[in-house]
Nanobody, 115 residues
Framework: QVQLVESGGGLVQPGGSLRLSCVVSGTFFSVSTTGWYRQAPGKERELVALITSIGHNTNYADSVKGRFTISRDNTKNAVYLQMNSLKPEDTAVYYC????????WGQGTQVTVSS
């Protein structure tokens, strides 16, 4: 039984910041690779960032490198996405995921970057 719940989305002006949170229930959080994905209307879902269970290695999409930071807190069963210097093209629904044998997804949280 694995459940993911995202929060922290909202409306922000270009250049602003948001911090997304994802709480993951389930006994295998600490050994799961966790990621953030996003999907804008008319576009395919794309990987934003990953953080692995082994070594907590991170991987970022080229479009967000240097601006976004993914992290996790195993004591809280949580994964975070700090988003800085936001651009209008970052507007999308952001989804948290946990990858084990199967892929688990949250319901998503809307991020809108607009002036």
């Amino acid at each position: 039984q694995v459940q993911l719940v995202e929060s922290g989305g909202g409306l922000v002006q270009p250049g602003g910041s948001l911090r997304l949170s994802c709480v993951v229930s389930g006994t295998f959080f600490s050994v799961s690779t966790t990621g953030w994905y996003r999907q804008a209307p008319g576009k395919e879902r794309e990987l934003v960032a990953l953080i692995t269970s082994i070594g907590h290695n991170t991987n970022y999409a080229d479009s967000v490198k240097g601006r976004f930071t993914i992290s996790r807190d195993n004591t809280k069963n949580a994964v975070y996405l700090q988003m800085n210097s936001l651009k209008p093209e970052d507007t999308a629904v952001y989804y948290c995921s946990a990858h084990l044998i199967y892929d688990y997804w949250g319901q998503g949280t809307q991020v809108t970057v607009s002036s």
